[in-house]
T-cell receptor, first 110, second 116 residues
Framework: AQSVSQHNHHVILSEAASLELGCNYS??????LFWYVQYPGQHLQLLLK??????LVKGIKGFEAEFIKSKFSFNLRKPSVQWSDTAEYFC????????FGDGTTLTVKP | GAGVSQSPRYKVAKRGQDVALRCDPI?????LFWYQQALGQGPEFLTY????????KSGLPSDRFFAERPEGSVSTLKIQRTQQEDSAVYLC??????????????FGAGTRLSVL
């Protein structure tokens, strides 16, 4: 069975700080990897995805993630966060059906 | 509609009551998924439809949970004899059949179910 682990439950940063949210998954085969974001009061929306090819993928709003197959990781990064990035972030793996991590709540202080 | 629509947004049920949650996917989307999201956790897979066929229901927690999508569009998740542990947000998502996009799921706002 596939599983996803997000290392940080709650991250608090000041504006302009750099962000890295950890995500590790367990699955032996080919997977598709996703980061979803849920802004306060809004529904889950796709931030970025990895299917194949270049392991460094870029998403919306300056986010990027790197797939490291040997580490079963797909960490999310942003060089300089903004107050508007305050949200909950979910990593997900899809190998037929989607499995989500428990999410990381990011609070960016102005 | 432009996105996935779920109704009702909020549902309060007394323990033992039956509830029905509706999902209206993006027009033309072949696949439809239901998830349960408990407080402080990520969405957990319940069931999956491709058109009207329910291809995977391995995540349904008990036989009190039943989902259908009779015409391959709107789907209903029914919970019979609700229990307090059923309290959660129920999310619906849909995706299309394009090879590059078929694994991208578009989520509705969810139905928050509270069982008293």
């Amino acid at each position: 069975a596939q599983s996803v682990s997000q290392h940080n439950h709650h991250v608090i940063l000041s504006e302009a700080a750099s962000l890295e949210l950890g995500c590790n998954y367990s699955y032996g085969g080919t997977v598709n990897l996703f980061w979803y974001v849920q802004y306060p009061g809004q529904h889950l929306q796709l931030l970025l995805k990895y299917f194949s090819g270049d392991p460094l993928v870029k998403g919306i709003k300056g986010f990027e993630a790197e797939f490291i197959k040997s580490k079963f990781s797909f960490n999310l990064r942003k060089p300089s966060v903004q107050w508007s990035d305050t949200a909950e972030y979910f990593c997900a793996v899809n190998a037929g059906k989607s499995t989500f991590g428990d999410g990381t709540t990011l609070t960016v202080k102005p | 509609g432009a996105g996935v629509s779920q109704s009702p947004r909020y549902k309060v049920a007394k323990r033992g009551q039956d509830v029905a949650l509706r999902c209206d996917p993006i027009s033309g989307h072949v696949s439809l998924f239901w998830y349960q999201q408990a407080l402080g956790q990520g969405p957990e897979f319940l069931t999956y439809f491709q058109n009207e066929a329910q291809l995977d229901k391995s995540g349904l927690p008990s036989d009190r949970f039943f989902a259908e999508r009779p015409e391959g569009s709107v789907s209903t998740l029914k919970i019979q004899r609700t229990q307090q542990e059923d309290s959660a947000v129920y999310l619906c998502a849909s995706s299309d059949s394009g090879s590059r996009t078929k694994n991208i799921q578009y989520f509705g706002a969810g139905t928050r179910l509270s069982v008293l």
